[in-house]
């Protein structure tokens, strides 16, 4: 028997005293403001908690080294201490996704007990071992330094609840948030819920023999083992085509080592873990296909038709060959990039409990509610009408939340056993299960006249799109539409390949294929630039994109680019620095591309000063629950009601995955529309005239084209970002300052801007410096988070984002959309800037140095 103090009451522990006080404080206890970011790796933070005054990883902590101790959680902390805190972070708008605040703010209480005035250096290595993937880190700091300060001067913080546009008002949520009192997915409980895990391949590529069950079944607490034969309807799934299966059946052939063979559901995450660990499974091991160059002989084919499992081709201009030979200047060379984990702090987790007359409620996380009811219902083989999907806003996901994972596991669960049941991967397992960032490999050519004038590029890409499609097509798709960069290329000739392997898969991640070909691109003009003897920043200013310019597939671009305006921004920062590297970006908004880009808005008067705006798109820390207020208050002018955000498949308000920096413009236009109505048919008492109905918006696009269609006049896409960034180092060779200019229209909330554009900087810096996904033979070579290289808070440098409003014709407000265009130019920019360090130049990433 153990006896400690939680949070000021004596309380005893009778368990096994090796268990984590994380999992004892969340599933004995219920306190969830500590979140388990890393399962017990102790790499990411979340989890921290307050042990005898001083920090602790409660995911690292047994319950048997706290005889006598003292535990404190933020639900201990003094009121009046935990609501400062909570509100320095809402209005420094150092919350976005919100999973990892908890972990931050504890430890600036900690920090500030100790320090009342810490310096920015302090704050750096008090926060030293906390991960932060959506923030960069800038705006935490400016927390603790906004809390410390209050404490200091004993002023209360104010927070901006209402407002409409252009203004910084606090994250929808933020608060509770912060606190850790918002539920994630795996916070939630429901009376008789019962926990599902999943048994994953061991080989790459291997035909099942036998899977053997018997052991699991009798494991004390399995409540049922699951294999591919209880799945009532379609077993396989996928976002663009139906290549993957649920669980792979016995003579079947596996394709990665995240393919799942069998699951159980049982009384305890724990026990159901070790259930499956109790499978044996019999296999005959078969070669892997690794190297996609070599994929494209098709000797061993990773599915029946063939590796090659998409390609996007188009020659525009002229003949190829005819434009090089008549350039003045010309440079060539082979760029590879690498694969990159999305290290979202929040692993995966679904819930299913079943519903009446045979229907599922599903409590997911995804991008896609709606995707997720489709494919839920096809695998139950049910009717849509017969799954619910319900956001639960989650814990980052950048693209890596797409694609099922465990949403189809729990409902086959559900669907069985009638009970509310959770499926959750811990960190091992959602590396192994999960798309990642497409490697590349991309020869480029491209070629000048003696004026420095643009005049073709060559772009032949190959991208290892692992063992399943996921969203491989549309992203080697971007990859060659974004082929050209932020410039206007007379002549292109573009191939772009989409290859499976028995590597990984890999789908959509932040950018979508344009990172890797802005990395190319840029590059090769800097090279360009000094084979030819131009200054680069007046290179790029003489053939940025601008109204009338062509991009890669030979849109011609209307009103609304702001990319020179970008280049003026950074131009006295990238001059006045001795060692600095430049790099232009776009990036699209929307899927375009002939696909249909909709949104569909429902405003319900529920009340005398209450609305709920139900909406179909995905908060995974972006703020686009934020955003639909702003917009709402806005249109209405009413600023002094109650506004309720609902994303829930039974409003049918259609939103699509919320993808392709998309979500503001198609929810902000389809709200605009709604909120008009409703302004209109406001009456002079005001809401209590309106209770009771529902007003509806839509837009619809379906007017753009697919690359390399013979169309006259393409339209890939209905709107597009810019940006230019300039990456500064020290005279040691480290990433000292970052300037950051981004054209995203007009800007709605500029805390939330900011915080966008600093937390994809520092993603793209690690992209260029440090973080690598390696495989060897199709296995991880490391499981470990540490191993990702995934910059902490000592990593950053300084961070200068500058707003450049060329308002969009089609945007809501004139806004375009900034989720992902943030890290575009970053790494080109880092790599660029190397060069005029040391002279070396790098085809490859990630270029293996500290940041700083």
Not at 299 to 304: Q, S
Not at 618 to 628: L, N, V, Y
Not at 658 to 666: E, I, N, V, W
Request: hydrophobic share 40%; net charge negative; proline share 4%.
């Amino acid at each position: 028997m153990i006896a400690l103090t939680l949070n000021g009451s004596k309380i005893t522990f009778t368990g096994d005293g090796t268990r984590s006080l994380l999992s004892w404080l969340r599933n004995d206890q219920g306190i969830t403001s500590p979140k388990d970011g890393c399962s017990g790796q102790g790499a990411c933070g979340a989890c921290l908690v307050e042990i005898d005054g001083k920090a602790a990883l409660s995911c690292r902590t047994p319950m048997k080294k706290l005889a006598d101790a003292r535990v404190t959680t933020i639900e201990g902390f003094d009121p009046e201490l935990k609501d400062l805190l909570a509100k320095a972070f809402v209005k420094t708008g150092a919350i976005q996704c919100g999973f990892c605040t908890p972990g931050f703010l504890s430890r600036t209480k900690i920090l500030l007990e100790q320090n009342q005035l810490p310096s920015d250096k302090e704050i750096k290595k008090a926060l030293g071992a906390h991960l932060c993937r959506c923030t960069g880190y800038a705006k935490i700091i400016d927390a603790v330094v906004l809390a410390a300060k209050s404490l200091h001067e004993k002023k209360p913080i104010q927070l901006l609840d209402r407002s409409g546009i252009g203004k910084s008002q606090s994250k929808h949520d933020a608060y509770e948030t912060a606190l850790g009192q918002r539920e994630f997915v795996d916070d939630m409980r429901f009376n008789g819920m019962v926990y599902g895990a999943l048994r994953f391949s061991d080989h790459p590529r291997a035909r099942v023999l036998k899977i053997d069950t018997d052991a699991a079944e009798k494991l004390a607490g399995v409540i049922r083992v699951f294999t591919a034969d209880d799945i009532p309807g379609d077993r396989f799934t996928g976002v663009l085509r139906p290549d993957w299966p649920v669980m792979v059946k016995l003579g079947e052939i596996t394709r990665y080592i995240g393919d799942v063979l069998a699951g159980v559901a049982a009384e305890t995450p724990e026990i159901a873990r070790e259930a499956c660990g109790l499978i044996h499974v019999d296999y005959e091991e078969l070669e892997p296909v690794l190297d996609p160059v070599a994929a494209l002989e098709d000797k061993i084919k990773v599915h029946e038709d063939g590796n090659l499992l998409a390609i996007t081709q188009f020659n525009r201009g002229g003949d190829i060959e005819a434009a090089f030979e008549s350039s003045a200047h010309v440079v060539s060379a082979q760029y590879r990039t690498q694969m990159v984990e999305h290290a979202f702090i929040e692993t995966e987790c679904a819930i299913a409990r079943p519903l009446e007359d045979g229907a599922i409620q599903l409590y997911t996380q995804s991008q896609g509610i709606y995707e997720d009811r489709h494919s839920i219902a096809g695998i139950l083989g049910v009717p849509e009408e017969k799954v619910i999907a319900t956001l639960v806003p989650c814990g980052g996901a950048f693209g890596g939340k797409e694609d099922l994972t465990v949403q189809g596991h729990a409902a086959v669960f559900c669907h069985h056993l009638q009970l509310p049941v959770k499926v959750g991967l811990n960190r091992e397992e959602s590396l192994r299960m999960h798309v990642k960032r497409h490697p590349l490999i991309m020869d480029y050519k491209l070629g000048c006249d003696e004026k420095g004038k643009l005049t073709a590029l060559s772009a032949h890409i190959i991208g290892d799109t692992g063992a399943y499609a996921s969203l491989g097509p549309a992203v080697l798709n971007r990859s060659a539409g974004h082929a050209t960069g932020g410039y206007h290329v007379p002549v292109a000739d573009v191939v772009s390949k989409a290859v499976y392997t028995n590597n990984l898969p890999a789908g959509a991640m932040r950018g979508f294929g344009v990172n890797q070909v802005t990395f190319a691109m840029e590059c090769m003009v800097d090279e360009l630039c000094e084979k030819a003897g131009f200054d680069p920043w007046e290179f790029r200013y003489a053939n940025a994109l601008e109204k009338g310019s062509m991009t890669a597939t030979g849109q011609v671009l209307g009103d609304g680019v702001g990319l020179k305006e970008t280049l003026e921004a950074i131009k006295s920062d990238y001059q006045n620095a001795r060692y600095a590297g430049l790099a232009l970006g776009i990036k699209n908004i929307g899927f375009g591309n002939g696909l249909i880009d909709e949104s569909e808005v429902k405003i319900e008067v529920t009340g005398t000063d209450t609305v709920v705006i139900h909406h179909g798109w995905t908060e995974m820390g972006q703020g686009i629950d934020t955003i639909a207020k702003q917009i709402f208050t806005e249109t209405t002018g009413l600023n002094d009601i109650t506004i309720e955000v609902v994303s829930s498949t039974d409003s049918e308000a259609i939103g699509g995955t919320t993808t392709a920096s998309r979500g503001t413009f198609l929810m902000g236009n389809s709200l605009m529309v709604a909120a008009s109505a409703l302004k209109k048919a406001l009456p002079a008492e005001g809401l209590s005239g309106l209770v009771g109905r529902v007003f509806d918006g839509r837009w619809f696009c379906d007017w753009t084209n697919a690359p390399g269609k013979d169309v006259e006049n393409p339209m890939t896409h209905f709107a597009y970002g810019y940006a230019a960034q300039v990456v500064i180092l020290d005279d040691d060779g480290f990433v000292e300052k970052v300037v950051a200019a981004h054209d995203a229209g007009r800007v709605l909330n500029p805390n939330m801007f900011q915080g966008q554009i600093e937390g994809g900087v520092m993603m793209g810096l690690g992209y260029a410096f440090t973080e690598n996904l390696v495989l060897e033979k199709g296995h991880l070579t490391s499981t470990k988070m540490v191993k990702l290289g995934v910059p902490k808070i000592k990593s950053m440098p300084q961070i200068v984002v500058k707003a450049v409003e060329v308002n969009d014709p089609k945007g809501p407000f004139g806004a375009k959309g900034v989720g992902e265009i943030g890290l575009v130019p970053t790494a080109p920019a880092a790599v660029n800037a190397l060069y005029q360090f040391d002279k070396k130049r790098r085809y490859a990433l990630p270029v293996n140095r500290k940041i700083r």
